[in-house]
């Protein structure tokens, strides 16, 4: 399979993958014809194509730097002859010299053209040369129009939703929205951002009452290339003199109606001149940062990128920009095309390699080493522009061969629908009857035909999720199974899933004007009936079994997530060609529904509804979870549905934006979620008990490891991942003996099926007593029938009774490793926990902070919430900032609390006194504090 | 009465020599190959029933990108750490310097798993009346003392024990860490005029994992001299008198009149005292090599 599904429509770029294609190519048409479906298809799909243009976009118009030094060679000669001097200044001739050595030679040098701009700026005796370069520049500007490239880009903004970076300083693509294609009734709103603070603004900004989704902003963002400022040159006192109150070109210069034809340049450029505090005329300033300077602004604007637009580009065009000398941006396209598999297409003047001249930097770095979705064109912008522009027109994507209808009668999962029917609606005023009809008609959608076919033709989803209680041998321990109307399996979730994510989709449409998609919607759903299907037995417990036994997967991940059972079982679910056309026909691929899962397709609140810190997911079982299992929450579910939806919208950048009534809902499930962890999930008595079924899964599989099956070897020497060494063929074959336990489990009259896979385990770990540490056996066995004894919470209360618990203080890493050591050196005298609380906020993992090769370290968002503290928003608290950026559960790092069970079960036992004295030598000899001790 | 089995391992690496892999990069890609090899053979103790030396290895094992352009630096990072930086990585050769250590990890975890599977597999089929000891030349490990440790064995009927002569490697970690006093202790172990198995070094902590003893035989009785060396046994879960026992156990097979033992130098210098077997093991490795770097070549070349 392909990385990327959308390739199997580009036949022809696939070909060239890693090739420079010129026009007189035969497959030069072909490939920009697939190049203008797949942003057409991926614009479908609510993606965004990304544009990077740097000088050679506005070559024909705008004047380049080296125009721009031949400029100031004139003027310094002019000056040097008018004064009749040999010499004027020898840095500065020194530097022109250095840069007509390296022309000849077919080489540039950025710090050297900075330190000459630098020079003339910082030299008075040049300072009428440095101000007649830059009013000769900005009238240059000025007079510059638009080109075929800037209108092309413009109409597929327009069209797309492409978002442009640029390194250009001319303002041309928002003179081409803001003074070519305004009407007076109908002004286009577009900018250029060239700071952080005012890309972020945008980026979180959302509908005001009455706007509609039509009132469309354009952007394009100034990553910091080289800058023509203007600064107030007011004699006096201005308040907008100084450093720092420089106000950029690019800014203003889109937004002058006039048309800067020949006779009105100079007006035009007076008004701009202009400061707008005191009236008087500023002058013009370039700004030409060397290497370090430039990076370091430019990495500040890579993390905005990063932060709210890189996830959302399905695409990336580069168009004029060799690279050469913006390596960062080469980094954070490198990144960009690793991390979400999209394909890059670079438009290059003159991409050939001589003799004398390399491939443009961008081209070997990206393109060339063949290891990216990359190919290069060798044509000018404006030509591309006219094909693309071509290919664009003639391209004509099918629509949906199928009606989408929700037919069939969703009895499969009846929670909601209970909750729903059981509210007596009869006194109640119309406005909240209305509310409350909208919420039952929503949630209790039926399921359609790609969802009936998942569920019921194939089984496979309900076979797969049936089998386990959502909440594991935690409900055997709990007593819930003992009552079957409390007793939840994760296929009742996963259609819970399902419905919560239509009705909060539903909702947050209809709040932002939006149109209903139904191929959307049915995306949607898809994704959260299989959000669990990559879960194998024993759920999270499982991941935690290999983190401890330090088994990684292949491919260099830092541990085993269900993550990757995940997308296998996905495409196992679409192997049939009927189901995959199906989904194909929705405009989405198996790949866009694995991404989707995992958080990461890259359409904010369609993320956010599947895999986020406030998800479908978590409303679910926090809601079903308390209910069976009794614990007392405060929060109402039908008031909370009312309420989540209540200020809830999608906003101009697709994400998720909680307001008001719904943001402090958002908030109140967060804090139950936090509660029912502490108290449900992970209560020291479950805790412990999970600690005693990883003890006997990790003993099982190194007794039962078996390093030489021929079919796991022969699956590693012949796919093409990288082995380090035996983690991932340790991981399979678990997983395999796993299945293999789960078929032996279900012959079992034990309903509980992990339960039964414990018990199958520990027989055969009984079978080899004698070559186990005899200590190690005897706690093992003590453990292990306190699994099957520990059936109500009285008994899990009297279990909880007979530990320790410590709250210590000290790097967690390091108890972690404390707590390994002793019970390596002590077996089977103990069971010792460390308690992990989630994070306040979790994201998919995709979304998570990582280190760039641009230096950046981001998050990506999906969310926005009010401002201020959780506490301190009201119902009129409108979304104005990150989720990542919020306060929530903010609490001390350092401290975290240890449970000690003894194996023997009891607490005086003279083996696991002894370890307790270990662990705390330990603990002290590796400063780690403990400060309470129950 | 037990019969006591001895049970030798030895194991090797095989990697293309650096300038052999560097010779390999081409368009800044390049691939590190290994191969880890374990020999090893079993004899019962007074008897001259040594078995032929069985291999095992890996070698159908895909080899693994080290480093190839364009690679993310997360990538990079859960490599090497945090510390690295993608602009390091811009020579094949720096590239190669950083990532080998990585890969030297990787093939000790694969050591690791290859002589653990050999222990579990001889322990599970000793008989009743057995007791087996294992040498396992060079240190231990980190990865084969946690692999060990997560498998908690019965050690009433086994013993484990790493061998180290390489003088250089005489002194443990921890002790590198503590005063002169140790380095007084190897000096004299090295020069001294004793001969004994002195330990457990750094100290006698029943709940350490290893114990560490440091041995030089006895002069040989027509003069001469053996080298010293250090055993760390692996200890798990016992207590002072079976470690003492264990102890006493080693000292037997490795006492210079012992049917169990063989040495093997030249008459010049300390000659090097090992159970019986070891030699062998040495030169069927040594048999492997041409083949197995003809096999790192071959993949190198794909």
Request: with cysteine; aromatic share 10%; charged share 25%.
């Amino acid at each position: 399979m392909t990385r990327i599904d959308d390739l199997h429509y580009m036949p022809e770029f696939v070909k060239n993958k890693g090739k420079v294609i010129y026009p007189s190519e035969e497959s030069y048409g072909n490939v920009i014809s697939e190049w203008a479906t797949l942003l057409q298809r991926q614009y479908r799909k609510g993606l965004i194509p990304l544009f990077i243009t740097g000088s050679g976009v506005s070559v024909p118009v705008v004047p380049t730097i080296f125009d721009i030094v031949k400029k100031l060679r004139e003027l310094y000669n002019k000056k040097k002859n008018k004064e009749s001097l040999v010499t004027l200044n020898k840095d500065i001739e020194e530097l022109f010299k250095m840069l007509h050595d390296l022309s000849e030679r077919g080489k540039k040098d950025r710090s050297i053209i900075a330190r000459l701009l630098n020079s003339f700026q910082e030299n008075s005796v040049l300072k009428d040369e440095w101000q007649q370069l830059n009013k000769w520049l900005f009238d240059e500007i000025l007079k510059a129009s638009p080109t075929a490239f800037h209108q092309g880009l413009a109409d597929i903004y327009e069209e797309l939703n492409a978002v442009c970076l640029t390194l250009n300083f001319d303002g041309l693509l928002i003179r081409e929205f803001v003074q070519y294609r305004s009407i007076v009734e109908h002004r286009k709103r577009a900018f250029s951002l060239p700071t952080v603070e005012e890309c972020e603004q945008f980026f979180l900004r959302t509908y005001n009452h009455g706007e509609k989704e039509s009132e469309r902003e354009f952007l394009e963002v100034q990553i910091r290339g080289d800058i023509l400022y203007i600064e107030c040159n007011a004699a006096g006192y201005c308040p907008q003199k100084g450093t720092g109150k420089e106000r950029s070109i690019w800014a203003s210069i889109g937004s002058f109606s006039d048309k800067p034809d020949e006779g009105k340049t100079e007006i035009i450029g007076q008004k701009l001149l202009q400061c707008p505090s005191c009236g008087e005329p500023g002058i013009s300033f370039l700004s030409f940062p060397g290497s370090y300077k430039k990076e370091k602004d430019m990495q500040n604007m890579l993390s905005i990128i990063w932060r709210f637009l890189a996830f959302r580009a399905g695409s990336v065009t580069v168009v004029g920009m060799s690279g050469e000398w913006d390596p960062l941006i080469v980094a954070f396209l490198g990144d960009l095309l690793s991390e979400r598999e999209i394909p890059l297409l670079v438009v290059d003047n003159k991409p050939e390699a001589t003799e004398q001249k390399e491939y443009p930097y961008i081209i070997r770095e990206l393109v060339k080493p063949d290891t990216h979705y990359a190919a290069a064109v060798g044509v000018d912008a404006n030509s591309f522009m006219r094909v693309l522009k071509e290919k664009l027109s003639a391209c004509c994507l099918p629509t949906c061969d199928y009606k989408i209808e929700f037919n069939r009668q969703a009895t499969d999962d009846s929670y909601w629908y209970q909750k729903v029917q059981s509210i007596d609606i009869s006194g109640v005023a119309d406005e909240e009857k209305a509310k409350l009809e909208y919420i039952r008609k929503s949630i209790n959608q039926e399921f359609s035909y790609l969802e009936d076919n998942l569920i019921i033709d194939k089984l496979k989803l309900s076979e797969q999720l049936n089998r386990f209680a959502q909440l594991g041998l935690k409900s055997y321990w709990l007593g819930t199974k003992a009552d079957p109307a409390k007793y939840h399996n994760r296929y009742n979730h996963s259609i819970g899933v399902m419905k919560i994510a239509s009705y909060l989709y539903d909702r947050a449409i209809a709040n932002s004007g939006r149109k209903e998609n139904l191929c959307e919607k049915q995306f949607l759903r898809l994704a959260a009936l299989l959000h669990d299907v990559g879960h194998l037995p024993f759920s999270h417990l499982i991941e935690s079994v290999f983190k401890e036994l330090n088994w990684k997967p292949a491919g260099y991940m830092e541990s085993y997530s269900h993550v990757l059972q995940t997308n296998d079982k996905i495409l196992e679910f679409f192997e049939t060609e009927d189901l995959k056309k199906k989904l194909e026909s929705l405009n989405y691929t198996v790949k866009d529904l694995i991404n989707l899962v995992n958080g990461c397709f890259g359409v904010g609140y369609l993320d956010a509804l599947i895999n986020s810190s406030v998800d479908a997911d978590k409303i679910d079982y926090v809601f079903r979870d308390t209910d069976s299992t009794g614990r007392r929450i405060s929060l109402s579910p039908i008031q909370f549905l009312k309420d989540i939806t209540n200020g809830l919208t999608i906003t101009p950048e697709s994400y998720f934006a909680f307001s008001g009534v719904s943001a402090i809902a958002a908030q109140q499930l967060l804090e139950t979620r936090q509660h029912l962890y502490q108290n449900l999930y992970l209560q020291p008595g479950i805790l412990i008990l999970e600690g005693i079924v990883k003890l006997i899964i990790k003993t099982y599989f190194v007794h039962f490891l078996n390093l030489k099956n021929d079919k796991l070897l022969g699956d590693i020497t012949y796919d093409q991942k990288d082995y380090p060494d035996l983690g991932d063929y340790k991981i399979r074959y678990s997983i395999k003996s796993l299945n293999d336990l789960l078929t032996e489990a279900t012959l079992s009259n034990n309903d509980n099926f992990e339960l039964a896979i414990v018990n199958l385990m520990f027989t055969k770990i009984k079978a080899c007593e004698t070559i186990l540490n005899t200590s190690f056996y005897e706690g093992l066995e003590n453990g292990f029938k306190k699994l099957n004894h520990i059936n109500n919470e009285d008994r899990l209360k009297a279990l909880e009774d007979n530990m320790l618990y410590k709250k210590l203080k000290g790097q967690r890493k390091v108890i972690a490793e404390i707590i390994r050591d002793v019970e390596f050196r002590m077996p089977g005298a103990a069971i010792i926990e460390l308690r992990k609380l989630p994070e306040y906020l979790s994201a998919a993992d995709k979304r998570k902070e990582i280190d760039r090769s641009d230096g950046t370290k981001t998050f990506a968002e999906c969310i926005l919430v009010p401002d201020g503290s959780p506490d301190s928003w009201t119902p009129t608290s409108k979304a104005a900032k990150a989720i990542s950026d919020s306060s929530f559960g903010i609490s001390s790092p350092e401290e975290h609390a240890v449970y000690l069970y003894p194996l023997s079960g009891n607490l005086d036992n003279s083996y696991f006194r002894q370890t307790l004295n270990l662990f705390d030598k330990m603990l002290n000899k590796k400063g780690v504090a403990s400060f309470s001790n129950v | 009465m037990f019969e006591s089995i001895i049970i030798n391992i030895k194991h090797k690496t095989y990697t293309l020599d650096n300038e052999e892999i560097l010779k390999l990069v081409k368009s800044d890609k390049f691939k590190y190959r290994f191969i880890p090899v374990v020999a090893y053979n079993k004899k019962t103790s007074g008897k001259e029933d040594l078995s032929s030396p069985r291999i095992e290895s890996f070698h159908k094992m895909n080899p693994f990108t080290l480093y190839e352009l364009g690679t993310s630096i997360t990538i990079l990072k859960n490599y090497m750490g945090t510390a690295v930086k993608k602009e390091d990585l811009i020579s094949a050769k720096k590239a190669f310097k950083e990532l080998k250590q990585f890969a030297s990890q990787c093939h000790e975890r694969v050591i690791a798993d290859l002589c653990t599977q050999i222990i579990l597999r001889e322990i599970e089929d000793m008989a009743e009346n057995q007791h087996i000891t294992f040498f396992i030349e060079k240190s231990a490990s980190d990865k084969i003392l946690g692999r060990l440790s997560s498998l908690c064995l019965n050690l009433e009927r086994v013993s484990i024990c790493f061998l180290v002569f390489e003088p250089s490697d005489l002194m443990t970690t921890v002790m590198s860490y503590q005063t002169g006093k140790l380095h007084f202790d190897i000096h004299r172990l090295m020069t001294g005029d004793i001969s004994d198995l002195l330990g457990p070094y750094p100290g006698d902590s029943e709940d350490s994992l290893i114990q560490t003893y440091f041995y030089k035989p006895p002069s040989m009785s027509g003069g001469g001299e053996y080298r010293p060396m250090r055993l760390d046994l692996f200890t798990q879960g016992l207590l002072r008198d079976k470690i003492e026992e264990k102890k006493e156990g080693i000292r037997k097979i490795l006492n210079p009149d012992s049917p169990d033992k063989e040495s093997f130098g030249s008459d010049s210098e300390p000659r090097l005292l090992l159970p019986y077997g070891s030699h062998e093991l040495e030169e069927s490795l040594k048999k492997q090599e041409t083949d197995i770097m003809d096999k790192l070549l071959m993949i190198g070349e794909k």
